[in-house]
Antibody, heavy 123, light 107 residues
Framework: EVQLVQSGAEVKKPGESLKISCKGS????????IGWVRQMPGKGLEWMGI????????RYSPSFQGQVTISADKSISTAYLQWSSLKASDTAMYYC????????????????WGQGTTVTVSS | DIQMTQSPSTLSASVGDRVTITCRAS??????LAWYQQKPGKAPKLLIY???SLESGVPSRFSGSGSGTEFTLTISSLQPDDFATYYC?????????FGQGTKVEIK
């Protein structure tokens, strides 16, 4: 079974750092882009960026460039999303998702999603 | 960035109704559009890709159409399981962008 399993909920204080994870299984992890999507409480979906675990090629949304870092460790089939200094406005649910498509740079959408990681930032 | 605008934002409908949701792009995205369904507390689910291709396992009452800047998601006969929020997403160019969502409620 193809699945993405995300790390558990986090409660942090403003200014703290955080790294959440997304572990893939049941498919060739290095052959599919992994995307990250933010959903703030009661709001819609926001695309943050994608990474190709095979060579760590990464694309960011300008809204998130410099605010987060997307990385991957292909040896353990895991992608990461990290912050160096959290803000209260980072409070949200974060989803990872597999990007599917006919070739590396042709995309159809995100077909397998993790269960989400809730990040709460509060003093 | 390409802006994606969905209409309506909320839709009230009854079981058995035919439902249509529209998604407009601020510039042409060819057919590089996906539709997702999201239920409360759950991750989104891919329904349609490349504007009109049905994802495997998705009921045939869902269909997508359009190209360029205007797209529609149609549910031919609304079922109880379909009450949810629907999002379109363009992947024609970076940054990928989502519509703001359309909530389908019980009338």
């Amino acid at each position: 079974e193809v699945q993405l399993v995300q790390s558990g909920a986090e409660v942090k204080k403003p200014g703290e750092s955080l790294k959440i994870s997304c572990k893939g299984s049941g498919y060739s992890f290095t052959s599919y882009w992994i995307g990250w999507v933010r959903q703030m409480p009661g709001k819609g979906l926001e695309w943050m960026g994608i990474i190709y675990p095979g060579d760590s090629d990464t694309r960011y949304s300008p809204s998130f460039q410099g605010q987060v870092t997307i990385s991957a460790d292909k040896s353990i089939s895991t992608a990461y999303l990290q912050w160096s200094s959290l803000k209260a406005s980072d409070t949200a649910m974060y989803y990872c998702a597999r990007v599917v498509g006919p070739a590396r740079n042709y995309y159809y959408g995100m077909d397998v999603w993790g269960q989400g990681t809730t990040v709460t930032v509060s003093s | 960035d390409i802006q994606m605008t969905q209409s309506p934002s909320t839709l009230s409908a009854s079981v058995g109704d035919r439902v249509t949701i529209t998604c407009r792009a601020s510039q042409s995205i060819s057919s590089w559009l996906a539709w997702y369904q999201q239920k409360p507390g759950k991750a989104p689910k891919l329904l349609i890709y490349k504007a009109s291709s049905l994802e495997s396992g998705v009921p045939s009452r869902f269909s997508g159409s359009g190209s360029g800047t205007e797209f529609t998601l149609t549910i031919s006969s609304l079922q109880p399981d379909d009450f949810a929020t629907y999002y379109c997403q363009q992947y024609n160019s970076f940054p990928w962008t989502f519509g703001q969502g359309t909530k389908v409620e019980i009338k």
